[in-house]
């Protein structure tokens, strides 16, 4: 019976890398959207001046900070998934292989015990990739493209 939870758990986990794989075709269309962002937040800046140090900047550096920050951003993000998808393998190997020699409850602790450091893992990698552009000042939410 464990065999049939093992191999749906792989074909979700092989779902979630052919879904992340395939997402690059839309890079077009996020840097045009991301550009639009950026030339927006610059305009906010502008208009409501609440950082000084961004509202110093002439046009041109501050398309070329947010511009580069929303592709670190986006970069951050890839590197993050990856991450975690490489930790989910492992919890479902672990508790693949705890369960066919320990039982159900042993498989159900292993994939628990890796779900809740995946889920630590996964909020540690976003407050990080986050921190950099919140220590300028910058809301990332108006940078990202979902």
Same mark, same amino acid.
């Given at each position: ?19 992340m794989l395939t997402r690059?075709?839309?890079?077009d269309k996020r840097d ?55 930790? @989910?393998? +492992?919890?479902?190997? %672990? *508790?693949? $292989? ?6 159900? /409850? &042993?498989? @159900?602790? +292993?994939?628990?015990? %890796? *779900?809740? $450091? ?6 540690? /990698? &976003? ?18 493209v979902e």
């Amino acid at each position: 019976m464990i065999w049939l939870i093992e191999i749906a758990l792989v074909l979700l986990l092989l779902g979630g890398g052919w879904t992340m794989l395939t997402r690059g075709r839309q890079s077009d269309k996020r840097d045009a959207l991301t550009m639009r962002r950026v030339d927006a937040y610059i305009e906010t800046i502008r208009r409501e001046r609440r950082s000084p140090e961004l509202a110093a900047m002439t046009d041109m550096e501050l398309r070329d900070l947010l511009h580069s920050g929303a592709r670190n951003l986006k970069i951050a993000e890839q590197r993050k998934q990856w991450i975690v998808f490489g930790m @989910g393998i +492992a919890t479902l190997l %672990g *508790a693949s $292989v705890l369960g066919s020699e320990e039982g159900w /409850l &042993a498989f @159900g602790a +292993a994939a628990a015990i %890796g *779900a809740i $450091v995946t889920y630590g893992t996964n909020e540690f /990698l &976003a407050r990080r990739m986050r921190a950099p552009l919140e220590k300028r000042g910058i809301e990332i939410d108006r940078l990202m493209v979902e």
